[in-house]
């Protein structure tokens, strides 16, 4: 059964109070063996051992010089742990966690059975339970029904994750008899709830306190070593990180260029500032932008002018996060 997705860009404030987005850009990483806590405990920044069936953590995966490979999404799905992230993260992920685990008892790969849509709004929760026996909180959330895996996710609008094979989540999201819209708007609830979002450009560019992993509970202090952990502890501690995860918004004609950066006013001059990891274009022309800045801006918010530096007369302004004190 075919699926009608929407061609539309709506605003933030013009989504429905309730509806579906196709998630044809996200998959995730598998991890299934008897080793396969042990071996990812020493590979992300979150931890492992607060992983059960009912969890949902984040986190991030790094290099030996604490460079980002991506950030993701951690739930356990059928005795496997699942690393939800963008398709463009995992390649170079996905290399490098195998490159390990050869030496241990786990299976790693691509979860490319798997299909992902998100139903959101205000009403989604009392849709779900006419659908399911069980629907997820913040309390408890991650659900699993039958086949189908339930995620809570946290944010400005109620957001649900759920997870099967492409044919029972097509009948699923056909049974709501709801709007489809594209991948994009799921971009768009990224951006305006600060989760950072890494590409195929982006990846291996940012240590994770720049991504604001600690301000989301991506990144267990605690836990012992893991790849990168070293200069991640010296960002902490030391107070070495000078960038953060900004929401930007602005109103343009033009689409973003892939070579646009973000450019600060110092006196009668614009220098740049910090660079853009997703957006997002609006059919009123309202841009949505993700983008890791200089930190001072944030403190700087109300006198700092910032723009788009192909389209000087866009005028950036910073929208608040769903979280505070980020800046450390």
Known sequence: MSLHVETSHPSLENLPDIFIITLNELSAISFKGEEQSKYLQGQVTCDINNATEHELLHGAHCDSKGKVFCVFRLINRLSAHILIQPKASIPASLAELKKFGVFAKVEIEQTDTLSFCALVGDKATALLQKSFTQVPNSLTPVIQIGSTTLVYITGNKTRYLLIDETAILENIMNSFSLPIYQHAVWNLLEITNGFPMISENSVQGYVPQML?????????????????????????????????????????????????????????????????????????????????????????????????????????????????????
């Not at 800045?293 to 302004?317: A, C, F, W």
């Open 212 to 328: 604001n992993l600690q301000a989301i509970n991506g990144i267990s202090f605690t836990k012992g070593c893991y790849l990168g952990q070293e200069t991640v502890a010296r960002m902490q501690y030391l107070g070495k990180n000078k960038r953060a995860l900004f929401t930007l918004s602005t109103k343009i004609t033009s689409p973003l260029e892939s070579k646009e950066v973000i450019e600060k006013q110092l006196g009668e001059n614009w220098r740049k500032a910090g660079d853009i990891l997703m957006s997002y274009q609006a059919d009123d022309s309202t841009c949505y932008i993700q983008a890791v800045l200089t930190s001072d801006i944030y403190e700087e918010k109300e006198t700092s002018l910032l723009r788009l530096k192909l389209q000087p007369n866009s005028m950036l302004l910073i929208q608040k996060l769903p979280y505070t004190s980020f800046i450390k």
